[in-house]
Nanobody
């Protein structure tokens, strides 16, 4: 398992932008599929975005499609979530997650369910005011 360290959260007005990040302490994300999830107040944790271990594929929840962009740096030591045109309903604790791939055939898979991930960040509070 990776120890995932996340950025500080933030507060922004509706329509604004914010970027959060996540990094594996002392390691890289090599051979790991990555994901972002969030938990809104009073709601269950939900999928936000996923990146395949080779970085070629990304997947987004319909609620954030076109507004959020997940990415990795070239050294695969950082995972980012760029959030634009934020809405009040995006207020949540955001979690990064990582899952090691089992075979080379898994390099292009993305995982939208939280169950396969075995490493989780501590949670990043994002607050969007109306």
């Amino acid at each position: 398992q990776l120890q995932l360290i996340g950025s500080a959260g933030g507060w922004v007005r509706a329509g604004g932008s914010l970027r959060i990040w996540c990094a594996p302490s002392g390691r890289t994300f090599l051979d790991h599929a990555l994901g972002w999830f969030r938990q809104r107040p009073g709601k269950a944790r939900e999928f936000v975005s996923a990146i395949s271990s080779d970085g070629d594929r990304t997947e987004y929840a319909a609620s954030v499609q076109g507004r959020f962009t997940a990415s990795r740096n070239k050294n695969i030591t950082m995972l980012y979530l760029q959030m634009n045109n934020l809405r009040a309903e995006d207020t949540a604790v955001y979690y990064c997650a990582a899952r090691p791939i089992s075979t080379i055939d898994d390099t292009k898979l993305t995982y939208t369910n939280a169950v396969p991930y075995d490493s989780w960040g501590q949670g990043i509070q994002v607050t969007v005011s109306p």
